[in-house]
Structures are given as structure tokens and as C-alpha cells.
């Protein structure tokens, strides 16, 4: 039903991540950082691995998740969609280990474990010096993502991606933006990890229950990645991750492009959240004028201001800090 994710075809000393962001599409490097130290003691053992963490780890709180045994570790809603399926810690990545060791030690069903999107140079700060990522900008921070046999369902990311398995492996299932239609997505505004997931289970799927699941498979991407793998995944792609060992760990960076930056990301998702309270009630005939509006001045290819001089285009040319400050206010000062 699904294709596999396509892979960068020479040595990965070769990879620029400038052809993969112009191409637009997802890319698998494999052995991108097969050299990093954590990449090579996790090839030994898990052991050796979680050693080599708490090596770096200054012992800075991080975020941690905690899934019942029923959840089979994925990420998600309580039954009655009111709320999650999780508890929330704060503790240090070396507990975090220590917890994810001992449950490896248990027979039967363990809790889902999942330590979430630490900021490396706050927890594991030596990490930076030894494990390079000379190919992306330098505002592209690393974090930390670990855990044991757990899924977070299909979600977005409006940041360019690119994630690194350190130790484990990890399945990762993507879907075209097109496909938002057939995922069965929940809230916007309310999500178990601050972006919205799916509902439905691409990995276990019910299609009685979520019949457009069909076609979003169809047009899945899948890839199994290994420690040292890296996959780039462009902007607004869903993305499932699901972990498939005791001690997964993935390291991942987000970035936009220098001349995005401050601007993009967060706004961008406001504007979505702002455009669904002002246009979703109005009448069908409105709706479309609105369409009309907003593909001409934000999301055709031509230069909508083309016959106004430079110097009187004011939002529809380049704006300085200063303008853009401005903007900013008038646009809150709307709200």
C-alpha cells in the first residue's frame, strides 16, 4: 500500500541538505552521522549507549511522558477525548534512562515511556562539540527525543526537519500534506504534544471505523531507519514515528530559512487557527471570494504588487525590522 521513502543514492559525506530542501520531498541518509560517539556506543549495546548519555547529562529536568501499559506506548487522547493518556514528569535525562533500563528488566506489559523534545545544549551540553551537524544553519539547535516501544501518531511540523536516530531504530510513516482529509486529524487546539495528531492508527488501521484511511496509505511513504540514519522531511509532511526497541533515541533539528526566521513558524500556524474563526462561518459564495483573495496575494506564484513602484508597496514588498515590528502591532492591535 505504501512506498518506501526515497534514499540519498551516494556516500553520505556527499549529502547537501540545500539539494533536499530545493527538491521539496522527504530524503533517507543513511550513515549520515554513523560516526557520532553516541551512534557508535549504541551499535555496541544499549548499555554502552545510555552510559555515554549520562556521561553528558549535566542533570537539567526534561520533560517525560508516561503512558499506561493499555496505551501500547502511543501518545495520544484519553477515552473520552477531554484530555490525555499520559503523565507528565520533569526529571533528569539519567532517571529518564534509569526508568526506560528498568522497565526492559520486566516481563509482561511495561508503560510507555517517551522523553520529549530536550534542548541538548541545556541537558547534555558537551553533546554539541562531538557530535557536528556541519550541513545546517547554526540557529538549527538539537534536541533529544527517547523512550521505549512508543508511537506518536501522525502529526506536522511547519519547521523544515531533519532527524537522526542515535540508538534504536524507528519506523516513520508520512503523508503528503494532501492527505489531511483522509488522516482523521484531531483538534488543532488541543493536542497531546502541541500539534495535532491523527485519531486514526496507520499502524493498526481500522478501516471500518476510519474508511479515507485507505487512501492516505496508498500514498504513504515508510522507512525503518538505523542508528547513524538521518531523514530530511520538508515542511507541513505528517510524519507517525514509531519506536521498535526497549531504548530508542533520536536527535532531531528544526529550522527555517534565514530569511524566514522569526517570521514563519509559529505565525503561520496562528494565521490558520485566525483564518478557521474568520471565514469557516461565512456562506459558501464569501468563502470562495476569500479563496480567490488569498491565492492571489499569498499563494499564487505571481507578484501580486508588480505594477506598484518599490517604494509604495508597503505590505506586499520587503519589509524592514522596523515595518515588520509595525505589521506585527497593527495585526495584534486587530485581534
Known amino acids: 500500500m505504501s512506498a518506501p521513502i526515497a534514499e540519498f543514492a551516494n556516500d553520505a559525506r556527499d549529502f547537501a541538505l540545500a539539494d533536499a530542501v530545493a527538491a521539496g520531498e522527504p530524503l533517507l541518509i543513511r550513515g549520515l552521522c554513523r560516526d557520532w560517539p553516541l551512534v557508535q556506543a549504541a551499535k555496541r549495546s544499549f548499555g554502552e549507549f545510555a552510559q555515554a548519555v549520562a556521561a553528558l547529562d549535566n542533570g537539567a529536568p526534561v520533560d517525560v511522558l508516561r503512558m499506561p501499559p493499555e496505551a501500547e506506548g502511543v501518545v495520544g487522547y484519553n477515552a473520552a477525548l ?16 534509569q526508568r526506560l533500563a528498568a522497565y526492559s528488566r520486566t516481563n509482561g506489559a511495561v508503560p510507555g515511556l517517551a522523553l520529549q523534545s530536550a534542548l541538548v545544549s541545556e541537558c547534555l551540553p558537551g553533546f554539541l562539540a562531538t557530535h557536528p551537524m556541519p550541513c545546517l544553519p547554526m540557529s538549527a539547535q538539537p534536541r533529544l527525543w527517547a523512550g521505549n516501544r512508543v508511537v506518536t501518531p501522525a502529526h506536522f511540523d511547519a519547521s523544515h526537519n531533519l532527524a537522526v536516530v542515535a540508538c534504536g531504530r524507528r519506523r516513520f510513516t508520512l503523508f503528503p500534506t494532501d492527505q489531511v482529509a483522509n488522516l482523521y486529524i484531531g483538534p488543532l487546539d488541543f493536542a497531546p504534544t502541541g500539534a495535532a495528531l491523527t485519531l486514526a492508527r496507520p499502524d493498526q488501521p481500522d478501516f471500518e471505523r476510519h474508511p479515507r484511511l485507505r487512501e492516505a496509505l496508498a500514498n504513504a511513504l515508510v522507512a525503518e531507519l538505523e542508528p547513524g540514519d538521518a531523514l530530511y522531511m520538508p515542511p507541513l509532511w505528517w510524519h507517525q514515528v514509531e519506536s521498535l526497541e526497549p531504548l530508542n533515541a533520536l536527535v532531531n ?10 517570521r514563519a513558524t509559529a505565525p503561520a500556524l496562528g494565521a490558520l487557527l485566525h483564518a478557521r474563526l474568520a471565514f469557516a462561518a461565512l456562506p459558501a459564495k464569501e468563502r470562495q471570494a476569500w479563496r480567490t483573495l488569498f491565492d492571489h496575494y499569498v499563494f499564487g506564484d505571481a507578484d501580486p504588487a508588480a505594477h506598484i513602484p518599490e517604494s509604495k508597496r508597503g505590505v506586499l514588498g520587503e519589509l524592514d525590522p522596523e515595518a515588520l515590528a509595525a505589521l506585527r502591532e497593527r495585526i495584534r492591535s486587530g485581534l
Open 82 to 97: 477531554d484530555g490525555f493518556n499520559y503523565q507528565h514528569f520533569r526529571v533528569g535525562v539519567t532517571e529518564a534512562l
Open 253 to 262: 533539528y528544526w529550522w527555517m530559512p534565514a530569511q524566514l526566521e522569526g
